[in-house]
């Protein structure tokens, strides 16, 4: 889908995990990243390649770096095996609320910017938020479908 031209307004929404996400959004060239916040206590940028073709609907991953972004991430999980969230957000803490907002904030600056009209992400109606690779809690894909309907609708 996100090569035909119909869908060149689309911006598509793939399952990201938690070190790539963060290490794109925290990029100081990312223009719609943690730049754009006022916090002072942002986590540490990890060294993960954040361009990286990726698993499932990660393969799209790539079209976040591309000069016309197309792609975002929304981090459903850890790749740290110490992690309480390791290959999967286990519960909807303050942590994963934080990982989803850092998310939501990146989604509603490239929908401001414009060159968006229509939102696309992978959506279960049994699991909410599709998804295969990670084994994310019920709660945090409810939580993470619901912040994108809040944000889109701010559109």
Do not use: W
Request: with cysteine; proline share 6%.
């Amino acid at each position: 889908m996100i090569r035909q031209p119909i869908h060149a307004a689309t911006l598509f929404v793939y399952n990201d995990n938690e070190e790539q996400f963060l290490s794109y959004f925290l990029d100081q060239s990312n223009p719609y990243g943690a730049s754009l916040l006022h916090e002072e206590s942002l986590p540490p940028r990890p060294d993960f390649d954040a361009c990286a073709k990726g698993g499932g609907n990660a393969v799209i991953r790539p079209y976040q770096c591309a000069p016309h972004h197309r792609a975002i991430g929304v981090p459903t999980g850890s790749l740290q095996d110490d992690s309480p969230h390791y290959k999967g957000y286990s519960h909807l803490d303050q942590h994963v609320r934080t990982m989803v907002r850092y998310s939501m904030h990146q989604i509603a600056a490239l929908l401001e910017s414009g060159r968006f009209t229509a939102l696309a992400f992978s959506y279960n109606p049994g699991t909410k938020l599709g998804g295969k690779i990670f084994d994310t809690a019920l709660e945090v894909r409810s939580h993470i479908v619901e912040e994108l309907e809040r944000v889109t609708a701010l559109f």
